[in-house]
């Protein structure tokens, strides 16, 4: 475990390549909703690894490359609430993309948003 509520397996590298990388202030972004909503936090991306990084079509410079960013969803929470907790709670970059039904943030060091 990497806090209480994340484990490692939720934010490594998707691909099975193990890698971990994780800024601290993402993890404080987490915990902090997930203490906003008292639900888990499901992380569909997390690190990523360049390779699988390329082959989920991420920006080349994403910023799950650096384990700042994931993507996330919390049961029974709607996105809109989702991204305006992470704003709460200090996330730079705030992407919400409807479709795919998952909100994106990240710890970049400069305000960014967006939805797609």
Known sequence: MITKH????????KCGCGQLIVDTQLIGCLEFIRARFMRPVHVTSGNRCKAHNEACDGAKNSQHLYGRAADIYVDGIDLDSIARAA???GADGIGIY?????????TRGYEARWEE
Do not use: M, N, T, Y
Request: glycine residues 4%; hydrophobic residues 35%; aromatic residues 10%.
């Open 87 to 89: 704003e709460q709670a």
């Open 98 to 106: 409807r479709k795919q039904g998952f909100v994106h943030i990240d």
């Open 6 to 13: 994340f484990a490692r397996s939720e934010l490594s590298c």
